[in-house]
């Protein structure tokens, strides 16, 4: 699969006036988007995801997943469903590897500024600017990316020690942050 940001037609704007980006296909752990997303040095403002276990611009990402060359501004997200080790993430919510198939996912040249990540249910472990974490085997790579001007919000104290710039929290040990900053 692969995502077209130059002509989208997944997104849509409420009444507010913000972008609102719902699947559920995408938000469960057993089934997330797998694929290409080349966001083309484009700039997606003012996203806005409210509901879900897994929030961000894609909620779980399996298999293979590559996102590149995205930028993310003026945004809100928020995870409010109670699956314990739900995750938020302004690129990816949730890395996964169900059924231990070791998913991989790749983000590069990324940028997330101005923009707000809430986690607003005590089970919601993981949270991050970029990606909020990876689970069973999810392995993240996360390489020339920026994050700037971040509001990230927890009402879980142990969430605190899974809350990263770029990566929340994942149970692969081999994630990868590199030429980032913030």
Known sequence: KEADLVNPTTLAWDEAGHISWHSELYNSRAKGFCGDVDGGGHTIYGLYYREGNFAGLIPVAADSTNVYNLNLKNSFIRANGNPTGAAAGGIIGLVSGAGNNRSTANVTYCKVNNSAIVADHSQIWRISAV????????????SNCGVTNMQMTTIN??????????????????????????
């Open 157 to 182: 104290p142990d969430t605190v020690n899974r809350t990263g710039a770029f990566i929340g929290s994942t149970t692969y040990t081999n994630h990868e942050v590199t030429n980032c900053y913030s």
């Open 131 to 142: 990606v909020g974490g990876g689970y069973n085997e999810g392995k993240v790579v996360v």
